[in-house]
């Protein structure tokens, strides 16, 4: 049988699946590799982890592949040297030590500048301050750089030896004029970063790959403007495919390339979605996910007052404040555990709503929501999350997330599906529907208008 592969290169290991040209699940592998933290805030992998993770979750799978796509964590550097050879760790998407370099590249582009040119801000995360980092601290790596890769161009290079990345993936790298879909010679010059470091920059149906959110949101149907997608996973995202070129004014979403040619997408992302609920869950002693849920069903919309603000690690949107922290308010005598579940998996619901008010102010119709992340197997969860956002969620069959889109990405490249349309309608359906619960409704939106109160209240404290 034909195999579509898709392979995901996270940030905890690699996933790969084989898909049929149908989109069952012939087959799925994933391998692990190590997260190194060598001072706090900094966080780095060695590329020759993830290379060879996705060999062997190829070999894993043990299928013949008729097509292979990629997918992966974003913003991450690899730097090569003129031999291919890789000349330090890879630095993350989650690495903190930036921040300097990011009030530098806004100064040196200007704020207003740098967002109608690349959709976004200079945040940590983004590639282009870690090279001005390397320049900075480690002089003698930045000399001998002649490449410059993302993660999971990296691993396709060790395999195919093809320097290339997709345009949804570059727009993450700060250096990416995103309207023109190229690389920006006014953002290099202002930074004064060589061009020849960059990789030729491609549609992801043409060189088979995305960033793991333009990825995983292809996975569950989003190629067009229409469905939303909401991520419950470690972090949340709200996703919206857009026709044209919108960046937020003040760059409170991200605004990227899409996988699909001809559209781009805006997302909001928190920081700490279902890792919030992971968070309490340990602080309470592991007991078990079904045992708190099943507490915080106990108790009515609203919590009787009880709110949580998700920010544990700081947060991204619409806040982009790394020093912003968590918080329970309104604890009261009643309150147990289940109180304590319930007020996160709201906070968590408030903190993706944030998102969503910000994509309907760049012209985002909410009709309808893909929802997809472990948070997704809670009924209960998403019963609070359709309610405060007021959309219907739908879940997919699969639910293997970016791997998925991975797959079709790949499909599409090999000539298996005429383009990234026909890949979704062959591939994608709907198990179910979790419709808001107007009962709930009201209570929402007065916790809501709390909710956003917060913030500014107690940012003076932290």
Not at 32 to 37: E, G, I, K, N, R
Not at 325 to 337: I, K, M, N, S, T
Not at 413 to 429: C, I, L, N, Q, S
Request: hydrophobic fraction near 45%; proline fraction near 6%; include cysteine.
């Amino acid at each position: 049988m034909t195999a579509l592969v898709g392979i995901d290169v996270g940030t905890s290991g690699v996933k790969a699946i084989a898909l049929s040209p149908t989109g069952e699940i012939l087959a799925r592998a994933e391998r692990d590799y190590p997260l190194s933290t060598p001072q706090p805030g900094w966080a780095e992998q060695d590329p020759h982890d993830w290379a060879r993770a996705a060999d062997a979750a190829l070999e894993d799978l043990a299928v013949e592949p008729a097509s292979i796509g990629w997918s992966g964590q974003m913003h991450g550097l690899v730097v090569l040297d003129e031999a291919g050879d890789v000349i330090r760790p890879a630095i993350l998407w989650n690495d903190q030590r930036t921040a300097a370099e990011c009030a530098e590249i806004e100064e040196r582009i200007g704020l207003e500048r740098l967002i109608q040119l690349t959709g976004n801000r200079a945040l940590t995360g983004f590639t282009a301050p870690k090279l001005l980092w390397l320049r900075r601290h480690e002089p003698d790596a930045f000399a001998r750089i002649a490449h410059m890769l993302l993660p999971k161009d990296y691993v396709r290079f060790r395999r195919t030896g093809e320097h290339a990345i997709d345009v949804a993936d570059a727009s993450g790298t700060l250096l990416f004029d995103v309207a023109n879909r190229r690389w920006s010679d006014e953002v290099l010059a202002a930074l004064e970063l060589p061009r020849e470091w960059l990789p030729p920059a491609y549609e992801s149906t043409e060189i088979a790959g995305a960033g793991d959110q333009a990825a995983g949101a292809l996975g569950v149907g989003i190629d067009a403007p229409g469905p939303l997608s909401v991520v419950l996973g470690t972090s949340g995202v709200v996703f919206a495919a857009l026709d044209a070129y919108r960046p937020e004014p003040e760059a409170r979403l991200h605004t990227f390339c899409h996988a699909v040619p001809g559209t781009w997408h805006a997302m909001g992302v928190m920081l700490s979605a279902a890792g919030s609920l992971q968070w309490l869950r340990n602080a309470l002693g592991k007991p078990s996910y079904d045992e708190l849920l099943a507490e915080a069903a106990t108790w009515a919309p609203g919590t009787e007052g009880l709110l949580f603000q998700p920010y544990l690690q700081g947060e991204r949107t619409p806040h982009a404040d790394p020093d912003a922290r968590g918080a329970f308010v309104g604890l009261q005598l009643r309150h147990d555990r289940g109180a304590l579940v319930r007020a996160v998996l709201e906070g968590v619901a408030y903190g993706l709503r944030d998102s969503l008010e910000l994509l309907r102010s760049v012209g985002v119709q909410a009709a309808v929501a893909r929802v997809s992340g472990g948070g997704a197997r809670s009924e209960l969860w998403l019963k609070i999350v359709a309610s405060v956002l007021g959309v219907p969620l739908e879940r997919t069959e699969a639910e293997e997330g970016a791997a998925y889109g991975a797959a079709l990405l790949g499909a599409v490249d090999e000539g298996v599906f005429k383009d990234a349309h026909a890949a979704v309608a062959a591939t994608v359906r709907i198990r179910d529907r979790l419709d808001p619960d107007p009962g709930w409704q009201a209570a929402y939106e007065d916790g809501y208008a709390r909710y956003r109160q917060l913030y500014p209240a107690l940012k003076p404290l932290v």
